[in-house]
């Protein structure tokens, strides 16, 4: 059982709705939580870092949310366009001291349609 | 063009054939990872360079895979002997001194899709 759980798998909205991506963690100790968008073919980008103490963090059209004690976080995407349609994928940092010990949720595939 | 870059984009191959990968990373970034990502899956950690020293191998890694930094720069993936079950995207990401240990923040190549028949 994959220890970073992201929900749903995919997703097709269309273009202007709101949409929230869910990510349920197990692992510990929790570090920080990094939520990246990957484009088909592309390689991952980094959209926003949650330490264990921030509970909202936004940027620009995306909003990430964290609760540590529930080990979830979620992404909020607001007025959705065309070029967010991409993969979104989770990541949980374990600790402050080995960069490498991150784990990989398997990320929801967002499609946007006009 | 200052990203992450890697060679081939794209490589097709039959089976038992071997096949080798490059990454330059950011000039100035010291640690260097590969990753291996199959369709609909995240990306799986599978080896780690802090300059030219290996520091770790994901139980991913088997011995038909190697991997090379030999300069502190750019590094090598190596695959012997490919299996029809190596085909998947391979990815590098780099990052640097400058930031923060336990911070998470990779900088990812565009990856070079192998396919084997």
């Known amino acids: 059982k994959n220890q970073v759980e992201q929900s749903p798998q995919s997703l097709i909205i269309l273009e202007g709705k709101n949409c929230t991506l869910q990510c349920n963690y197990t692992v510990s100790p929790f570090s920080n939580l990094r939520w990246y968008k990957q484009d088909t073919g592309r390689g991952p980008v980094s959209l926003t870092i949650m330490t264990f103490s921030e509970n909202t963090k936004s940027n620009g059209r995306y909003t990430a949310t964290l609760d540590a004690d529930t080990k979830q976080s979620s992404l909020h995407i607001t007025a959705s366009q065309l070029s967010d349609s991409a993969s979104y994928i989770c990541v949980v940092i374990l600790t402050l001291y080995n960069n490498n010990d991150m784990r990989f949720g398997a990320g929801t595939r967002l499609t946007v349609k006009p | 063009d200052t990203g992450v870059s890697q060679d081939p984009r794209h490589k097709i191959t039959k089976r038992g054939q071997n096949v080798t990968f490059r990454c330059d990373p950011i000039s100035e970034h010291n640690r260097l990872y590969w990753y291996r990502q199959t369709l609909g899956q995240g990306p799986e950690f599978l080896t780690y360079?802090?300059?030219?020293?290996?520091?770790?191998k994901s139980r991913l890694l088997s011995d038909r895979f190697s991997a090379e930094r030999p300069k502190g720069s750019f590094s090598t993936l190596e695959i012997q002997r490919t299996e029809q079950g190596d085909s998947a995207m391979y990815l590098c990401?780099?990052?640097?001194?400058?930031?923060?240990?336990?911070?998470?923040?990779?900088?990812f190549g565009e990856g070079s899709r192998l396919t084997v028949l």
């Open positions: 990401a780099s990052t640097g001194p400058g930031l923060a240990i336990g911070t998470g923040e990779l900088f």
């Open positions: 360079f802090q300059n030219e020293a290996q520091l770790e």
